[in-house]
């Protein structure tokens, strides 16, 4: 498991609740983040087969 600690969830306000049923299992969010660091998209990843298309789709997009 990643972020064991928490340290990067909690930064980027994903952590399940500690009261939450399943807490311990980590939500499923990425990040699309420019060169300057400024957050462009979140996604909640509900489709882990299409989740990296959509994610290069929007990258192209922001290229342009």
Same mark, same amino acid.
Request: charged share 35%; glycine share 4%.
């Given at each position: 498991? !990643?972020?064991?600690? /928490?340290?990067? *969830?909690?930064?980027?306000? +994903?952590? /399940?609740?500690? $009261?939450? #049923?399943? !807490?311990? @299992?980590? %939500? /499923?969010? !990425? @990040?699309?983040?420019?060169?300057? *660091?400024?957050? %462009? %998209? +979140?996604?909640?990843?509900? &489709?882990? =087969?299409?989740? =990296? $298309? &959509?994610?290069? =789709? &929007?990258?192209?997009?922001? #290229? /342009?």
């Amino acid at each position: 498991m !990643s972020d064991v600690d /928490r340290v990067v *969830g909690t930064a980027y306000d +994903v952590v /399940r609740p500690a $009261d939450e #049923q399943y !807490s311990e @299992f980590p %939500r /499923r969010h !990425s @990040f699309l983040i420019d060169d300057a *660091g400024i957050i %462009r %998209r +979140v996604y909640i990843v509900t &489709d882990v =087969a299409t989740h =990296a $298309d &959509d994610v290069l =789709a &929007d990258l192209e997009k922001l #290229q /342009r």
